[in-house]
């Protein structure tokens, strides 16, 4: 582990050479910019249209399956 160690600490030493007050530190390599789109309101799709293509619904709700077994 010695040798492994003295690799490492060579490492340090290199990266701290250039690692001056006047190099920004950063996270990545390339910039990194928010790829999200922008919020547009949009009209909604209509309750009872979806409902009507859902395999089941009650009370205006997608009616799905239990599967944890509880009441």
Do not use: Y
């Not at 999200?36 to 399956?65: H, I, N, Q």
């Amino acid at each position: 582990m010695a040798g492994e160690l003295d690799v490492i600490a060579s490492a340090v030493a290199k990266v701290s050479e250039v690692a001056t007050p006047d190099v920004p530190a950063t996270s990545h390599p390339i910039a990194l910019t928010n790829v999200m789109r922008a919020d547009v309101v949009v009209p909604t799709l209509d309750r009872d249209e979806v409902l009507a293509a859902a395999p089941a619904s009650e009370d205006g709700k997608f009616l799905v399956p239990q599967i944890l077994g509880e009441e």
